[in-house]
């Protein structure tokens, strides 16, 4: 059974950080490509970040770009969404979920929902003072 658990959220204060840890099972991390999603309350789905197979590096889209990073660790089969310099409105539920692409490609791919095929339950981010 495929299953990818988020991990890692919480409450911080504006310009704090949060590490999310997104653990996947049931297939094996080094063959896909994984992204980050965010939503907040009445907004759509955002495409924040990605991480190719066997990649050190990963994509992000301006509005997080220079603050977030992803990593992936296959022999734990786990990817990490490092955050800082938070704002409110990164305020959002943020998921991660798995492409079989095995690469992000361009934002108009690795932004978009559909080219997912397995996701997560999401962990909750509140940036207040």
């Known amino acids: 059974q495929v299953q990818l658990v988020e991990s890692g959220g919480g409450l911080v204060q504006p310009g704090g950080s949060l590490r999310l840890s997104c653990v996947v099972s049931?297939?094996?991390?080094?063959?896909?490509?994984i992204g980050w999603f965010r939503q907040a309350p009445g907004k759509e789905r955002e495409g924040v970040s990605c991480?190719?197979?066997?990649?050190?590096?990963?994509r992000y889209a301006d509005s997080v770009k220079g603050r977030l990073t992803i990593s992936r660790d296959n022999a734990k089969n786990t990817v990490y969404l490092q955050m800082n310099s938070l704002k409110p409105e990164d305020t959002a539920v943020y998921y991660c979920?798995?492409?079989?692409?095995?690469?992000?490609?361009?934002?108009?791919?690795?932004?978009?929902?559909?080219?997912?095929?397995?996701w997560g339950q999401g962990t909750q981010v509140t940036v207040s003072s």
């Open positions: 049931g297939f094996t991390l080094d063959d896909y490509a």
């Open positions: 991480i190719s197979r066997g990649d050190r590096s990963g």
């Open positions: 979920a798995g492409s079989h692409y095995e690469t992000c490609g361009g934002p108009e791919y690795y932004t978009e929902a559909a080219t997912y095929d397995h």
